[in-house]
């Protein structure tokens, strides 16, 4: 689909000084209420904006006449209208693209067979995904039957070394065992 792109046409200037009265004439056609001292102020104030909003196809008629007379006229697109264009060019390339690249894929690939290593990797992965949380289970376990063992068993330094040395000997396993087992994600992020 083809926009009509609008925009301004503008007098940029006049080439001869004898074209001014077959230009005011033309204007009169452009312009059907404008008065004489209107028509040729237009003309003496160039660059001047003739016509906004003016499709680019009608602008072209409208410079092509103006050359004729001897003035030199342009057309200015607007900003939004501009971007339209581009988007609807870039739209149309892009399905002349997305066609194209379907076009290349009509033809089915063959199924390749799976090999065997690749299945027993995938069946050993999701094997260690589901024993990981039995491994943190069996680990925290472990350690508080540690922390209570040696709260049980551990009594027996007391009896050997200084009250001193045993104290620090006795409650050292038990303060970071219990830290271990209760608050695992604080001791991770220490470590």
């Known amino acids: 689909m083809k926009t009509e792109i609008l925009g301004s046409l503008i007098l940029k200037q006049i080439s001869h000084a004898n074209s001014n009265e077959k230009l005011i004439l033309f204007f009169r056609k452009l312009y059907k209420n404008a008065s004489s001292s209107q028509l040729k102020n237009i003309i003496q104030k160039t660059p001047v904006v003739l016509v906004r909003n003016i499709t680019e196809k009608k602008s072209r008629t409208i410079i092509a006449h103006l ?18 264009k581009i988007t609807s060019e870039s739209n149309s390339r892009s399905d002349d693209l997305k066609s194209l690249i379907l076009a290349s894929f009509s033809d089915r690939l063959p199924r390749r067979r799976i090999p065997l290593h690749y ?8 094997a260690a995904m589901i024993l990981l949380p039995l491994i943190y289970i069996v ?7 540690g922390v209570l063992f040696w709260a049980m068993e551990g009594l027996a ?22 830290l271990l087992v209760f608050f695992r994600d604080i001791v991770n992020s220490c470590v």
Not at 67 to 84: E, H, I, Q, S
Not at 119 to 126: P, V
Not at 139 to 145: F, K, M, P, Q, V
Not at 163 to 178: E, T
């Open 67 to 84: 050359r004729k007379l001897g003035a030199v006229a342009v057309f200015k697109p607007n900003a939004t209208d501009r971007m339209k």
């Open 139 to 145: 680990i925290t376990g472990s350690t508080a039957a």
């Open 157 to 178: 330094f007391f009896h050997r070394t200084s009250p001193r040395a045993a104290l620090v000997v006795y409650l050292s396993p038990l303060i970071i065992g219990s």
């Open 119 to 126: 299945i027993l990797g995938l069946i050993l992965t999701a």
